[in-house]
């Protein structure tokens, strides 16, 4: 079973290994998972995975992978070589990539991959801008459908796409909501937002929580609120 704990990712965007230490030290009693992301694994690398595994936690390494097929499946395998538990790719990398992606990990490998669709912090206006014609949720939901077919069986989505990710998906698609903010926190950058009980209720498996947690005056009482807002959202599915 799932424990509330097990649904809080939080992502530490730090950039050296002691304040990400301090950000574990305080928070490892409310969740299970950290995300290292490109600003701490750009500054200390692999040690930051070392960090988070000394913790007996989780590591969700966020590198949003996109380049040609083969040197993504070389980076993957190097992630499995460590340990990861979590690997973020982008679904707009194409059905080549993603297939090459999925064939690395394959059946044995605890590895889940992660298919990023579309950044919670573009809205529908920057999408058109872009020169996509479709609505950010069909779009979404393209992007998916094509990393499904490869293999993929995990996802990175805003709270307010998950549930028609999940009707889309069903049970076996691990759905991971970014872009959640809790009750009365400012939104920051982040447009397509929901609180953590919104989140849950919505399909969310977990949720990544960075700012309102890691930069609040008090991170210990930070994360105890949106464990609390999680459990909410767990009751009300019941
Ligand atoms: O501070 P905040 O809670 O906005 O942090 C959200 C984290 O989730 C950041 O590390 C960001 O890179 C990541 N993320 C996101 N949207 C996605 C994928 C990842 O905000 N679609």
Redesign the pocket.
């Known amino acids: 079973m799932t424990s509330p704990q097990d649904r809080l990712i939080i992502?530490l965007?730090v950039n050296t290994l002691q304040a990400a230490k301090k950000i574990i030290d305080e928070t490892s009693d409310f969740c299970t998972t950290y995300?290292v992301?490109l600003e701490l694994f750009s500054a200390c690398g692999p040690a930051a995975i070392n960090l988070v595994k000394q913790a007996k936690a989780r590591v969700f390494l966020?590198l949003k992978l996109h380049d040609i097929p083969q040197t993504v499946s070389a980076a993957i395998r190097q992630a499995v070589a460590q340990d990861v538990d979590f690997l973020t790719i982008h679904a707009l990398g194409g059905s080549v990539m993603l297939k090459k992606a999925s064939q690395e990990i394959g059946l044995q490998c605890k590895l889940r991959l992660l298919a990023?669709s579309v950044?919670?912090?573009h809205s529908d206006a920057e999408i058109k801008s872009m020169g996509f014609t479709q609505t950010s949720l069909e779009l979404v939901l393209n992007l998916l459908q094509q990393a499904y077919q490869t293999g993929i069986r995990g996802c990175?989505c805003s709270p307010l796409e998950a549930p028609a990710v999940r009707a889309a998906f069903g049970p076996h698609m691990t759905i991971i909501c970014?872009?959640?903010r809790p009750n009365g926190s400012a939104s920051?950058d982040?447009s397509r937002i929901a609180t953590p009980t919104m989140a849950i209720q919505n399909g969310a498996d977990h949720i990544?929580?960075?700012?309102?947690i890691t930069q609040a005056a008090n991170i210990k009482q930070a994360a105890a609120s949106v464990l609390r807002e999680i459990q909410e959202g767990l009751y009300a599915k019941k």
């Open positions: 992502a965007d995300k992301g966020d990023v950044l919670t912090h990175v970014p872009g959640v920051n982040q990544v929580v960075g700012r309102p």
